[in-house]
């Protein structure tokens, strides 16, 4: 039997008894970087060699955060805890994570 830990509050989530939700986030970017036109008989392989390059000069972090997707096993507490704040917004005035 596959066990599932619900990753906000760290317990064990009883299969048989309730419902153990999964939750994906992806990220990705709205819009690239916009580069200028180039002409039309550029090689390919120069192109994606010249991206890369300009995507290393922007930094890991600019790179990284193109496309995410974060994956998380929650317990029916946490579920409704995260779908009322899922951003995490005002974090430490969040009621019901300290009766923990
Ligand atoms: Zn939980």
Known sequence: MIRYICDL???EIDST???CYHVEIQISAAFEPVTEDEPDDRDHLEEIHDLLE???QLGDEAYESAHETLRFDLCPQCRRRFLSNPLGRDAGKLLGFSKN
Do not use: A, D, Y
């Open 54 to 56: 300009s995507l290393n």
């Open 17 to 19: 008894r309730e419902v």
């Open 9 to 11: 509050c760290r317990r």
